[in-house]
C-alpha cells in the first residue's frame, strides 16, 4: 500500500521550502503507517537545456524522505515545442542531474 503525490509541478517550482516542508510531514505520517511513498517529479531540464522545477539540490533534500521519485520523463517536448518523445541521452542526463554520485539512482523510477 502507499501513495503517489503529483503536486511539484502544479506549483511551478515556486515554494520550494514550503513544499519540501509539506513533503516531509506526509512522508514521516506514511511510514507509521508502512505506507510506500512516491513522488511524480518534473524533469530537471527540458528541451533546449531550459532548467526544470525540480533539480539536484531538491532531490539531494528530499531522497531520505522519499521511497521512490517517479520522474517524469515524457516531459521533452509538448504542442509549444513539438519534437521526439523522450530521447534516451536526455533521459539519462536527467538521472545524472538528479543525482550525480549515484547513490541513490534506485529510488528514480522511470
Do not use: H
Not at 510506500?36 to 531538491?58: H, K, N, R, S, T
Not at 517524469?72 to 519534437?83: E, K, L
Not at 523522450?86 to 549515484?102: A, F, I, Y
Amino acid at each position: 500500500d502507499g501513495i503517489v503525490l503529483e503536486f511539484w509541478s502544479q506549483l511551478g517550482g515556486k515554494a520550494k521550502a514550503q513544499i519540501s516542508s509539506i513533503v516531509r510531514d506526509l512522508s514521516a505520517a506514511f511510514k507509521a503507517k508502512n505506507y510506500i511513498f512516491i513522488l511524480a517529479i518534473p524533469p530537471p531540464v527540458y528541451q533546449g537545456d531550459v532548467e526544470g522545477m525540480f533539480v539536484g539540490e531538491d532531490f539531494a533534500g528530499l531522497k531520505e524522505n522519499i521511497d521512490y521519485f517517479s520522474l517524469m520523463t515524457y516531459d521533452y517536448s509538448n504542442p509549444a515545442r513539438p519534437g521526439p518523445n523522450s530521447p534516451l541521452p536526455w533521459m539519462k542526463r536527467c538521472v545524472e542531474l538528479l543525482d550525480p554520485t549515484g547513490s541513490s539512482r534506485d529510488k528514480i523510477l522511470m
